[in-house]
């Protein structure tokens, strides 16, 4: 071992450069990232090559759509979303939003986005049920949208003294599960992807009921700290989740190509890790820093079967036309 400081993406000295042998062979689509034309592209799409990523499902700002169809057009497809982080709730923030769902729509985006951590609500009084939102999901319902939603946050973040304890602001943890139900009967039978294990990886019977009452309701499996925490947890049981409703997951990274991530084991840690959680029986350290867990982080193998793997990777994906 060397005395180099290791990057809070490889804390445990791994060359992501030789990625594990695959369990699975074909096509894998990652359905949730977030590619921004920005210098470290390329090294983005060095790291996904290797990795066996074939195609992505990305929710990139809008300036950026005709720049990356130029290079990557026949690899993209595209997520309609606003800059959730410039969001303020007024008349103009969503006059631009509806403008740019359309745009979105007519350069061929399947589906749009609604962020809805419970920072919107603290910070802003939005949620996707509120009035204030109401016109964007009407106006994405008549485009022909379907829909992906964020819902609730890390488990983590609400309990006493951290970010969202504050109930009263924030909702409680299950309040903020009201709003993905009315998506789901109001926009049915569009189909809803509540993203990151539906937000609650943590609690997979909680999953399993929501996916009971509701068959127009989907999940990705994307974030890496978040999920790897969750399913380190309890791998026998979000295992038995992923299997049972192999038919409404999706495979996705949650990556997120930005200026700031100039390094290779960035990008090739988070593909590294998902191949670790879904295709081997790995149980040990994680190789990614993570302080909002126990230390040191873990990470845990669920070695899905093959033609488990094949519905998360590829086959669901082209059920949503991101694929053929
Ligand atoms: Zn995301």
Redesign the pocket.
Known sequence: MSDAPRSPANRLGIDYRHPPARRWSGPIVDA?C?ITNCAPLSTFFEAADLYGMSRFVT?SPLPDVEPLRRTYGDRLIFNAVPSFRDLRATDEFRGEWMRDLTTFRSLGAPLCKFWMAPRMRGEHGVTVDGAWARPVVDHALDLGFEFMIHVSDPVEWFAPGARYADAARYGTRDAQYDQLEWLLEYARPRRVIA?HMAGSVHDPDFIAELMRRHDNLWIDT?ATKWIARGVALAPDRVCELIIRHADRVLFGS?LVVRAQFTDFDHYASRYWAHQMMWESDYRGESPIDDPDGPQPPRLAGLTLPQETLRQIYVDNARRWGFID
Do not use: I, L, V
């Open positions: 949730h977030h929710m993203a994307s949650d």
